[in-house]
């Protein structure tokens, strides 16, 4: 899910594990019709990290576009702190709001602020992470991994590099639960299956790993307090220190802030040459880094632009009673230099896929038509 330059999860959380973008990638888009909702709403936002200029783009879009279509926003940091999550929750059930929407990014926390949530009687919405009686909204962040094995499979076959040679590192986000680092555990199974390294499977790769084989290292890319941008950095340049520079290396990264983090550390260390990375949240930098970088080879889009859109819908369905799916899928997307041009134009999205299936319901709330954005959404 990134940090202080886009931690997801879902993810990336948080990031990616989600995370993760500049207000000029990220909003800005403007009602096709009347801006007034049927009803005025009042929601409560508790947002991951807002140190992060990708997280708190995000929470930024949501308050300003929630005013076109009448719903006021009151926003919070949850600063990726259990504590702090418990402490917000207890401000919005104070305050309230017909629905609480809640990127917690925290581990363990769930159960106590849906229990406040429930207690209390208010809708609400966990966002990244689950939280028992709410309906959750996130990525798929295992079809990061596969569709990112996907891609680098090829690229490692052509290269020649091989399991005598090559490392692959994680930049994870220990704590922030096995759905969040998903993405980078099945990269890691599904890579090894291609191209011969030590094998793996998803579950065998926990918080706690650190290596794994001949192949495999993980850090630490959350940070401990400074986020993902100098997190990732620190943690790949500390582990760089003990991975032979013959040695090719892969890095697979929970959001932008993370890649860029990583990035640097391997440039100081004078190993690009010898490096693919792969990022996730297709932010500015992320996709510019994306379109000229050689050795940035994928990068994980999953329209944070667009996130503010499909939470204020699925808050007016769950404030209706609406049925919601277990999940309602964030739009998203593997980027390559192949097929980025069909999204992209520049660094800012043109297209998105079109609604699944089961997030289908959120066209009954009139939300989506609003915007006019969504492929299908009439």
């Given amino acids: 899910m990134k940090a202080l330059r886009r931690p997801w999860q879902a993810g990336w959380v948080t990031y990616i594990t989600l995370a993760a973008i500049a207000m000029t990638a990220c909003g800005g888009n403007t009602p096709s019709s009347s801006s007034s909702s049927a009803q005025h709403y009042t929601f409560a936002y508790a947002n991951v990290f807002d140190k992060s ?20 926003v009151r926003r919070y940091d949850n600063n990726s702190d259990g504590p702090t999550v418990l402490s917000n929750a207890k401000l919005m059930v104070q305050e309230r709001p017909d629905v609480a929407i809640d990127w917690m990014g925290a581990e363990g926390v769930g159960p106590a602020v849906g229990k406040l949530f429930g207690d209390a009687k208010i809708p609400c919405i966990a966002v990244n992470q689950t939280i028992p009686g709410c309906p959750f909204f996130n990525l798929v962040n295992k079809d990061f991994g596969v569709q990112g094995a996907e891609i680098v499979a090829p690229l490692v076959q ?3 590099w091989t399991a005598a ?12 639960g ?82 860029l983090g990583g990035w640097r550390a391997i440039t100081e260390s004078h190993r690009e040459n010898n490096t693919m990375i ?19 080879v994928a990068e994980f889009s999953v329209f944070f632009e667009f996130w503010s859109e499909y939470l204020l819908a699925m808050g007016v369905a769950v404030k209706k009673g609406i049925k919601t799916p277990p999940q309602t899928y964030s739009p998203q997307v ?14 800012t999205p043109k297209a998105v896929p079109p609604l699944p299936e089961q997030d289908k319901y959120l066209i009954q709330t009139g939300v989506l038509q609003k915007f006019g954005n969504i492929p299908g959404v009439h």
């Fill in 53 to 72: 200029p990708t997280f708190k783009s995000v929470a930024d879009n949501l308050v300003s576009q929630g005013k076109q279509v009448d719903i006021t």
């Fill in 165 to 176: 040679d090559t490392t692959l590192i994680l930049a994870a986000a220990p704590g922030a």
């Fill in 178 to 259: 096995a759905e969040v680092n998903s993405n980078s555990r099945f990269f890691y199974e599904d890579l090894a299956n291609k191209v011969g390294l030590d094998k793996f499977t998803a579950d065998q790769i926990t918080d706690s790993t650190t290596t794994l084989g001949r192949n495999l290292v993980q850090v630490n890319g959350q940070g401990t307090g400074n986020g993902p941008l100098e997190g990732t950095y620190t943690a790949v340049k500390t582990v760089l220190q003990s991975i032979p520079a013959s040695r090719h290396l892969i890095v697979f990264t929970i959001n932008d802030d993370s890649g």
């Fill in 278 to 296: 792969l990022s996730a949240g297709a932010d500015a930098d992320g996709i510019n880094q994306l379109r000229t970088n050689p050795h940035w």
């Fill in 158 to 160: 052509k290269a020649g």
């Fill in 334 to 347: 593997v980027l390559s230099k192949d097929n980025v041009d069909q999204y992209y134009n520049g660094t």
